[in-house]
Every structure is written in C-alpha cells, then in structure tokens.
C-alpha cells in the first residue's frame, strides 16, 4: 500500500467527518439560537391581527381575538347608527371622556369609531372582566329596560351597553367597553393592535 493511497483514504475520511460534524454543530445551534427569539405564542399574544370584513353584513357582529382578548367588530345598520345620540342622556359617559380605559382620539365620538358604520371593542365588561352578552333587537326583555335599543348586557352583574359600547348610567361597570387600536387597510382589511401607519 503507498503512502498516497493511504492520504487519499484520510482526506476523504477527514472530509466525511468534518461534514458530519458541521451538520451536527448546525443541529445543535438551530435549537439554542432559536432560544434566544420569542416563542410563536409570544409573538401572537401581541401581534397585530389583520381581519376580513367583507361578508359582514348590516347588523352581523364578529368575534376575533387579540392579546387573548375578544375583539367584536359590528356593522351596525344605519338605522342603529342613526339611533346613538338619542340615547346620550341615558349614559355614563356618551363622549368617552373618561381616562380609565384611554378611547383613541379617532374613536371619541358618538359611534367610538373611525367609520360609524363599522364598531370596534373588546367585548369584556369593564366591571370584574366578564363578557357582555348580544342584545341586539331593540324592544322589552328580560333584565332590559322596556325601552331598549339594541346593545350588551353583562349577565354577571347586569352592566348595559349600548351599540356603541357606551354604559348606562348607575351600572357596576365604571367604563365604556375597551376601544382597542386599529385602521382600516382597505374597505375590507382592518388591522387590530395598530393604528399608524408605517
């Protein structure tokens, strides 16, 4: 056996190990680098949530949900629209003036919104943090007064809101529902958790 074959034999011994060990040290690395970046969970518990409103239709409310929180997005029908100033004496705080849970400048309006057609809010009561239930037709039902106009009621202690999420006045809840951040993207894009653009 020459002394050539025999480095031949090493070099290629060498080289299959010094790959091996690369792709080892490369296994080894993914995992601890990862550890270093936020976990997925992490990233979407703050995450902005981009949301397709095209077949909400008039009167249909959705649910999505941001920072584990629930996020309705209702649109209202013109006629509900139309309806929230006539029920400003009736509310703790019709303007959202209020500073406890801050209303975005764009949402300190009668409607609490950028499009009054379109409302946005985190659907937990500002009382004890239950989630009000939908009471959308206007007229007399259990635990309702029997001129109701359409809103929310806080099953646990009975906290209303309107469909702007403004509370009646002389309810456990201290505050209007919670306006969280967002714009629109389009007509039917919206964005929650931001609200300037980049």
């Known amino acids: 056996m020459s002394n050539s074959t025999v480095d031949a034999s090493k070099r290629t011994w060498l080289i299959a190990s010094s790959c091996a060990g690369a792709v080892g040290a490369g296994f080894v690395a993914v995992p601890f680098v990862s550890s270093f970046q936020p976990s997925e969970r992490a990233k979407a518990a703050g995450a902005p949530v981009e949301v397709d409103i095209t077949a909400l239709r008039p009167g249909e409310k959705m649910t999505v949900e941001w920072r584990g929180k629930p996020v309705w997005i209702m649109r209202r029908t013109p006629e509900q629209v139309a309806a929230l100033p006539k029920l400003d004496a009736q509310l703790a705080d019709p303007m959202s003036e209020r500073t406890a ?70 309810k456990p809840a201290p505050d209007n529902l919670e306006v969280p951040p967002h714009m629109y993207l389009s007509d039917t894009r919206l964005v929650i958790g931001e609200d300037k653009k980049a």
Do not use: M
């Open 101 to 170: 849970y801050p209303t975005p400048e764009y949402a300190r309006n009668e409607a609490r919104s950028i499009k009054p057609e379109f409302f946005v809010a985190v659907g937990i009561c500002s009382h004890l943090g239950c989630s009000p239930s939908d009471k959308l037709q206007p007229g007399p039902q259990p635990s309702l007064p029997d001129d109701w106009q359409g809103g929310f009621l806080c099953p646990c202690h009975g906290s209303t809101f309107d469909l702007a999420g403004r509370v009646y006045k002389n």
